[in-house]
């Protein structure tokens, strides 16, 4: 994966075969994401390369972060649980996001046709992280696969790193062997998981 923010832009986030090459998204979506970040840059953001993508930081806390896929491509906040939205143009990412967090682009004009509602958006996230308000952390009860839970009481370190993950990351655990009908399909995946649960990853990161 990249880790120099200018080869994103020009070869792409190399997360996938399709990097550089002319079928990468980025490719498809170069002028509208040039223009994603000329606003954020404007806005006073500072740039940088998380997970492969640009993410826009302020008083060292993300903000939001650039992503392309084939279909379309994105501007998603963090704390998305504090933005307004007063212009209603926020989607949930998936059915297990919890907040709608992103400005979904389907066309590379769309940019400069919302930039202000998007300098608008970034100035809200902004005060945000000047006031240093953060969204209440929810309770959320994980109820955990049987062979989940059998295999966390046999293997203490497994249960430590799966504790240590974010809610949001043990839940990618659960979805994924729900999925899985047979018992020995989960257990299976569990052994095939426990590297990365161990490296603090989620079930679908790299």
Known sequence: MITEIEDYFSVGCGRCERFATADCSTRKWADGLLALRRICVAAGLVE????????????????????????????????????????????????NTKDPDM????????????????????????????????????????????????????DPVLAEAFHSLTPGRQRSYVINLSTAKKPETRMSRIVAFRDRILAGKGALER
């Not at 008083?59 to 084939?70: E, F, Q, Y």
């Not at 933005?83 to 989607?91: A, I, N, P, R, Y």
């Open 48 to 95: 940088t390369v998380k997970w492969a993508h640009p993410c826009y930081m302020h008083r060292n806390r993300n903000i939001a972060i650039i992503g392309a896929l084939r279909t379309d491509f994105r501007l998603s906040f963090f704390n998305a649980a504090l933005m307004k939205d007063s212009k209603g143009v926020l989607e949930r990412q998936g059915p």
């Open 103 to 154: 400005i979904r682009f389907t066309d590379n004009a769309q940019v400069a046709a919302m930039e202000d509602v998007i300098r608008s958006y970034l100035k809200e996230a902004m005060g945000y992280a000047d006031s240093g308000v953060k969204p209440p952390k929810d309770a959320i009860e994980i109820e955990l696969p049987l062979e989940m839970a059998e295999a966390l009481n046999a």
